[in-house]
């Protein structure tokens, strides 16, 4: 599968913080999945994207298509202590493709 | 509407037994997969169907095999486990192409000592 770089690795969270994290690769996707994993269950998908420059909400997620096609960034305002876990950008492979390729996680933890 | 179902949800096995890891889903989707999750890698792909009767190999299928009788159910065989394949098992199902949303079960956690 294609790789795909999340950025940052880890961040911690102070409640009430507007946190943002990336996704970025060296081919174009035509299409962009997030998913937040909470602790002993399986991925959840929060927001799909399917058009350069998209910008996509969900509650307090926000989501954008890069207009490169390269890029997708996921935005959290007013962080609440739930939302930790783990995000992971996933994309299919090409166009008509079922096979998709995930990011290795952005793990968000609550500042003490 | 019970989505992606796993069975079991932990398991422990001994190096050189074998293991079935079962997963159902009623979403009446094509596209069922299996994937690997190991810290700091993400989810790997091991092997994938897109309807009853076809099966392939994703990224890490070596000691894994597959079948898929029946569009519900896709489950995936451990044919003699090694401490590698330590890890936890999620499978997903997913629409058609190009809204290639996949729905993720809870996932089976694996040891193998």
């Known amino acids: ?19 943002s994290m990336n ?34 909400s969900n509650g307090r997620l926000t989501a954008q298509f890069g207009i490169t096609r390269k890029d997708s960034f996921l935005n959290i305002s007013a962080s609440i202590p739930s939302d930790v876990g783990i995000y992971f950008c996933a994309g299919p492979n090409s166009l008509n493709d079922y096979k ?10 609550v500042r003490a | 509407n019970a989505g992606v179902t796993q069975t079991p949800k ?26 690997r ?23 890490v299928p070596n000691g894994y095999n ?10 995936l065989r451990l044919l003699s486990a090694a401490p590698s ?3 936890v098992y999620f499978c997903a199902s997913g629409r058609d192409p190009p809204n290639t949303e996949a729905f993720f079960g809870q996932g089976t956690r694996l040891t193998v000592v």
């Open chain 1, 1 to 19: 599968g294609q790789q795909l770089n999340q950025s940052p690795q880890s961040m911690f969270i102070q409640e009430g913080e507007d946190v």
């Open chain 1, 23 to 56: 996704c970025t690769s060296s081919s174009i996707f035509n299409t962009w999945l997030w998913y937040k994993q909470d602790p002993g269950e399986g991925p959840v998908l929060l927001i799909a994207l399917y058009k350069a420059g998209e910008l996509t």
């Open chain 1, 100 to 109: 998709l390729s995930f990011g290795a996680g952005t793990t968000v933890t």
């Open chain 2, 10 to 35: 932990f398991q422990v096995l001994k190096t050189g037994q074998s293991m079935t890891l079962q997963c159902a889903q009623d979403m009446n989707h094509e596209y069922m997969s299996w994937y």
């Open chain 2, 37 to 59: 999750q190991d810290p700091g890698m993400g989810l790997r792909l091991i092997h994938y169907s897109v309807g009853a009767g076809i099966t392939d190999q994703g990224e």
């Open chain 2, 66 to 75: 597959v079948s898929r009788s029946t569009t519900e159910d896709f489950p």
């Open chain 2, 85 to 87: 394949q330590t890890s």
